[in-house]
């Protein structure tokens, strides 16, 4: 009985961590694409780009990320909310 207890004991941090990563860190394109589009809504354009940026990692031929990076990215630079450096042009 107390070799189980210590094995619970152990193991339960593993479990929970497990649970608290699935739901903080996506890890298809589609749940990119979904937080990706609640960003954009809320404004964020920057997260947003991050957001797509993932998503296009996951799936490089997904026409929505490809459009919403696209988007995200020119939102962001009328906006100001974030600067991206390409060699030579910043």
């Not at 809320?42 to 929505?64: C, K, M, N, T």
């Not at 990320?65 to 939102?75: N, V, W």
Request: proline content about 3%.
């Amino acid at each position: 009985m107390k070799k189980v207890m210590v094995l619970v004991a152990l193991l339960l941090p593993t479990v929970l961590l497990a649970s608290v990563t699935e739901t903080v860190i996506p890890s298809t394109s589609d749940a990119y694409l979904v937080a990706a589009g609640n960003a954009m809504e809320d404004g964020d354009f920057g997260v947003a780009l991050l957001l797509y940026e993932e998503a296009i990692e996951r799936d490089p031929h997904s026409q929505v990320a490809l459009a919403g990076r696209l988007i995200a990215f020119a939102e962001s630079r009328s906006f100001g909310s974030i600067t991206i450096e390409v060699a030579g042009l910043n």
